[in-house]
């Protein structure tokens, strides 16, 4: 059975084992662009407008961090919910009705939810915060402050930029074989014509389990936005202008 499902008339894609259990999750696909330079007349309100008619959020609150390839997490709560959290890259929630977001080009949307406590994260893992072990920081900070027990952590891993397309030079390679000496890392990284191509979805599947992260709680999409970059926008296909998905999960109230 398919671990999601892409729905082309809402232009989402979703995962059914949240959606099962009533969680709101949802990692967009064009036309939607919530990138801060579209070339229509439209702005990013209008894309949240038309999201949450999608959706049926029944609220106003859809919290993004301002994103800057940190490992740095967030909690978001009733004293906090209107901080801007820069200079933040995972944000983790037990509010109802509180949709955490993420955008996104070729990045990993790392959607996390414990179903004994009630808590949601999600995460931005591009390469950077994947060399920064930004899923680990979240869930522990899961285990702080909200007592979640790793054996429950659910992790799902929307569609990014995959070993397929996912080209680097020696300087990044050298970059993880350095970070990563605790994994076999030969096992992610084939080196074809003077290029080296990383499996970061491997990787962060890696040392979530290595963490105690159940193997059979990550589920991953398997899907390339590069290869894909007529459905998905993808930095690498469509450069530095390319338009930007939204990943994003709530709690419902009930
Ligand atoms: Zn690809």
Known sequence: MEDCKINLNKKILTFNKLSDRNIINAFTLRPFDFSNKRDDSSNIDDEYKALKDTLGIPTKRIIKPVQKHTGNIEIVDETNINNRFDNTDGLITNLK????????????????????????????????????????????????????????????????ILRCCFEVDKDVEILFKNEFKDLNIDQFIEHKNKKYYIDTVGINKAVLTKEGIKRENIITSNICTKCNSDKIHSYRADGKNAGRNLSLIMLNET
């Open 97 to 160: 009705n509180v949709a955490l977001a993420t955008s996104l080009a070729d990045c990993q949307g790392i959607l996390i939810y414990d179903p004994n406590k009630r808590i949601i994260g999600n995460v931005h893992s591009g390469w950077r915060g994947t060399v920064k072990r930004i899923a680990i920081n979240a869930i522990h900070l899961m285990e702080e402050r909200f007592d979640s027990s790793l054996a429950d952590i659910e992790i799902y891993i929307c569609p990014s």
